[in-house]
């Protein structure tokens, strides 16, 4: 009898062990981590928020990804599902985390360029941008977002 238990209780043993070890696998790897920010254009201005983001927002997203500062940005443009609801998302792409941390000579780069965008703008029509944000768009919030991929 005690003869017959020996392989039941191994076979039960090894069936534990395997559901152990299948809960300490990940079931994800982390990717790079993206600011998005979610805004809702007034009707008939996407044009013209677009005309003035491509001047603002687009140049100094260009600069910054080619000093390295970020990875990547996109923007995304769709109808909202309703009066409360975003129509545009603008995301930025950074490494990981930490490049959220504090870091002065990180923050003295985007001066730099946020200076020199408005430079090239003239400081009178970065002022009439900022104006036209004001009338014909609202943020509706922000978040980080890691990207992920399933495993």
């Known amino acids: 009898m005690k003869l017959r238990l ?3 209780c191994l076979l039960l043993l090894s069936v534990l062990s395997f559901d152990l070890s299948a809960q300490d ?5 982390s990717g790079t981590v993206w600011n998005v920010t979610m805004v809702r254009i007034d009707a008939n201005m ?10 603002t927002w687009k140049m100094t997203m260009d600069e910054a990804k080619k000093q390295g500062l970020i990875l990547d940005y996109k ?3 769709g109808s909202a599902s309703n009066g409360d609801d975003f129509n545009l998302m ?3 792409e950074n490494k990981n985390m930490a490049a959220y941390d504090p870091n002065p000579e990180r923050e003295a780069k985007w001066d730099a360029i946020q200076e020199a965008m408005i430079a ?6 970065f002022d009439e941008t900022l104006q036209l944000y004001t009338n014909i768009r609202e943020l509706l919030g922000s978040k980080l977002m890691r990207e992920i991929t399933l495993n």
Do not use: H, R
């Not at 696998?25 to 790897?29: A, G, K, L, N, V």
């Not at 090239?120 to 029509?125: A, C, L, P, S």
């Open 120 to 125: 090239k703008v003239t400081q009178e029509g």
């Open 75 to 77: 923007v995304l443009l």
């Open 46 to 55: 996407e044009d013209k928020y677009l005309k003035n983001l491509s001047n």
């Open 90 to 92: 603008l995301m930025v």
């Open 25 to 29: 696998d990940d079931i994800y790897e």
């Open 6 to 8: 020996i392989p039941i």
